[in-house]
């Protein structure tokens, strides 16, 4: 495991280190209420993919980084934060895997701080602004509740929505920051993630289930030089769902195959 202070409160970020020797650094970003650990070793590690230097990172408030409540989790400061635990870690044009919220992470990431993103690969990440609705079990869901609503009963409940499996890495989120992230994830960013995508000049690869169907303005992704890949047998968890599919379109997207 290894750290670096991203804040001037003190506060750290924290990530497992997988050593490699073809002079090339992957970072491994989480989706929201999860922990790259548990999401990306076994992918990490695959033969298709290992053999460069891999940091499976966690962002502030999830996972086993720190929870500063002092901290405003937009997907900016996320971003800034990475950036800074990058620089710590001499990790500079990274290939950056990321899923979900990570993605969308990473897609601004790219943006404010093109000298550590080399190509990026999005795993069914969020483009686009989208309504609280405390119905559903993501971050609109959660992003439906006041901050003070979901500390008092919020989270309790999106627990016994989200389930065992998602809950097993959420319970270790600070609620704050869980809270935050969502508002701040459903809000979206100015430009659009979706935007902000469409300007970088890197090799992008986007991957969503196949049985999703095409995303909104999909075409205007692919004109744009975005290479989207419906994979099949899987549903928003890709890289747990369908492993080996995975695996292989991330190493494509990588220009690894």
Known sequence: MQNAQVTAGGARIRWVEIPGSDGRTRVYLH??????GPYFTASAVHPLLAGSRSLLMD??????????????????????????????ADAYATDVVAHSMGGSVAIVLAARHPELVARLVLIDA??????PDRQRPGSSGIAAYSEQEFLDHGMAEVRDRVGPHWWSTMRLSGSEALHRSAVHLARGTTPTM?????????????????SDGPLPDEDGLVEGGVRV??????EHN??????????????RGLGLD
Do not use: W
């Open 194 to 210: 979706r935007e902000q995508l469409l300007e970088l000049k890197i090799p992008r690869t986007y991957l969503r289930p196949e």
């Open 31 to 36: 989706g929201l209420g999860a922990s790259s």
């Open 229 to 234: 890949v419906p994979v099949p047998g899987c």
């Open 59 to 88: 962002m502030l408030g999830f996972g086993i980084s720190d929870r500063p409540t002092d901290f405003d989790y937009t997907l900016e400061a996320h971003a800034d934060a990475i950036a800074v635990a990058l620089r710590a």
């Open 238 to 251: 890709i890289m747990l769902d369908n492993p080996e599919a995975f695996v292989k379109e991330t190493a």
């Open 126 to 131: 969020n483009l686009d602004p989208v309504a």
